[in-house]
Each structure stands twice: as structure tokens, then as C-alpha cells.
């Protein structure tokens, strides 16, 4: 079993910051890596940014590269979402999740691979 726990998020006006951290507990060695997904009310549930185990590989979605970054502290079992300049189609509830597609292949259907969600955090942005 996996538990992930998220904080950080807020409402925040566009262009403005937020950092996300999910901290992982369990047996997390089983899992390839762990990302952020989000979703925004009647979407469907996306891949944001996922970091493999190892912390060599990243992957980051096209719509918010050069935006969020993701890291991972590995003494705290942590990960973290640094977004920058956002805007208001960011809004959603972001998840923390283990469980990924492997490296470099598609995110498509990214959601069903994943094995453990934490509970989520809603990200709000205003213009």
C-alpha cells in the first residue's frame, strides 16, 4: 500500500505562483515513479508531470511545459509541483499519484496505469 498526501494548493490570481508537495508513505518502491495529474469539472483526468524513480527522468505535458516544474526530495519521500505563471485553464483539483506510463511513451490513458491516488488538492486561478 502507497498513501500520498497533497497540500498547496489555493486560489491564486492569473499569472501568479503555486507549489504543490505530495509526501508518500508505504511501500513506494514498487512504483515506477510518481506524478501530478488534474481535472478540471466534466474533463477528463490528465497527466500533468511525473518523475521516475531515480529522479533522471521527468515528464512534463506539452500544455504546461516551461510553466511547472517537478521535483522530488528523496529524504522526505516528497515530490513537488512548482507552477509558475498560471492561468485561469489550470484551474482543476491536482492528484498525486504513483504509477506511470513508462518512460517515454505516451501519456495517453495515463490515469489507468496509475495504482494509488492521493486525495487531492484544488488549484484555482482568476483572472
Known amino acids: 500500500q502507497v498513501q500520498l498526501v497533497e497540500s498547496g494548493g489555493g486560489s491564486v490570481q492569473a499569472g501568479g505562483s503555486l507549489r504543490l508537495s505530495c509526501v508518500a508513505s508505504?511501500?513506494?518502491?514498487?512504483?515506477?515513479?510518481l506524478a501530478w495529474f488534474r481535472q478540471a469539472p466534466g474533463q477528463e483526468r490528465e497527466g500533468v508531470a511525473g518523475?521516475?524513480?531515480?529522479?533522471?527522468?521527468?515528464y512534463v505535458a506539452h500544455s504546461v511545459k516551461d510553466r511547472f516544474t517537478i521535483s522530488q526530495d528523496n529524504n522526505k519521500n516528497a515530490i513537488y509541483l512548482q507552477m509558475n505563471s498560471l492561468k485561469t485553464e489550470d484551474t482543476a483539483m491536482y492528484y498525486c499519484?504513483?504509477?506511470?506510463?513508462?518512460?517515454?511513451?505516451?501519456?495517453?490513458?495515463?490515469?489507468?496505469?496509475?495504482?494509488?491516488w492521493g486525495q487531492g488538492t484544488q488549484v484555482t486561478v482568476s483572472s
Open positions: 508505504g511501500d513506494i518502491s514498487r512504483t515506477n515513479c
Open positions: 499519484a504513483a504509477g506511470c506510463p513508462k518512460a517515454g511513451e505516451s501519456w495517453r490513458g495515463a490515469p489507468g496505469l496509475v495504482r494509488y
Open positions: 518523475i521516475y524513480t531515480g529522479g533522471d527522468t521527468t
